[in-house]
């Protein structure tokens, strides 16, 4: 079993930029699909953004040409870059792992998940 951890979250301006990390361990990267979603307070967890170990990306279209993610296989680390962000951005960032190199935007597809990171945004 994968052990998620992620860190990076914070307060910022309408505008601002984060990055989010998440360090796993217990497993390598290979062979695995790694991916962020959010929840936002009375919300549904959504999909954010995905990677496959061959680096193959998929983006939720809220996020698309603002958000970056990426990883570092050699570190066990996934990150996701956060930029011209938006106070409909505020949610619990949590960091997810599933076994395989198909990415899917369903959060029932992924077996192993951090704590979560909040991101708050000000308007």
């Known amino acids: 079993q994968v052990q998620l951890v992620e860190s990076g979250g914070g307060l910022v301006q309408a505008g601002g930029s984060l990055r989010l990390s998440c360090a796993a361990s217990?497993?390598?990267?290979?062979?695995?699909?790694m991916g962020w979603f959010r929840q936002a307070p009375g919300k549904e967890r959504e999909f954010v953004a995905a990677?496959?170990?061959?680096?193959?990306?998929q983006y939720a279209e809220s996020v698309k040409g603002r958000f970056t993610i990426s990883s570092d296989n050699a570190r066990n680390t996934l990150y996701l870059r956060m930029n011209s962000l938006k106070p409909e951005d505020t949610a619990v960032y949590y960091c997810?792992?599933?076994?395989?190199?198909?990415?899917?935007?369903?959060?029932?597809?992924?077996?192993?998940w951090g704590q979560g990171t909040q991101v708050t945004v000000s308007s």
């Open positions: 997810a792992a599933r076994n395989g190199a198909i990415i899917t935007t369903e959060s029932r597809d992924f077996g192993s």
């Open positions: 990677i496959s170990w061959i680096g193959s990306t």
């Open positions: 217990g497993r390598s990267f290979r062979s695995s699909v």
